[in-house]
């Protein structure tokens, strides 16, 4: 079974910068799709990063240019650097994993199989 951690969480100003990690037991990272979504009090989910068995990213519009994923499989870990943070991207963030090499739709909830417990993040 794959079981997915999320580290990294934290209380930072608006501007500030903050790297979340997803560590895996198994080697899933290998020929899987990883994404990162978040959940806000009283929104859905939503897909903000993810990345698929090439290592190619897609992000949702409202973090490009802001937010970076990338994966070391050596470490069975993505990591998800977000930057210039604003108020609105308070949030529970979660990781999730697919086994499978692509995701015809990455940034949708229900891409995935595996979750994390997510790892909050608040910005003021």
């Known amino acids: 079974d794959v079981q997915l951690v999320e580290s990294g969480g934290g209380s930072v100003q608006a501007g500030g910068s903050l790297r979340l990690s997803c560590g895996a037991s198994?080697?899933?990272?290998?020929?899987?799709?990883v994404g990162w979504l978040r959940q806000a009090p009283g929104k859905e989910r939503e897909g903000v990063a993810a990345?698929?068995?090439?290592?190619?990213?897609s992000y949702a519009d409202s973090v490009k240019g802001r937010f970076a994923i990338w994966q070391d499989n050596a470490k069975a870990t993505v990591y998800l650097e977000i930057n210039y943070l604003r108020p609105e991207d308070t949030a529970m963030y979660y990781c999730?994993?697919?086994?499978?090499?692509?995701?015809?739709?990455?940034?949708?909830?229900?891409?995935?199989?595996?979750w994390g417990q997510g790892t909050q993040v608040t910005v003021s």
């Open positions: 999730a994993a697919a086994n499978v090499p692509y995701i015809l739709a990455p940034l949708s909830p229900s891409a995935y199989y595996y």
């Open positions: 198994g080697s899933i990272y290998g020929d899987a799709c």
């Open positions: 990345i698929d068995s090439d290592g190619i990213a």
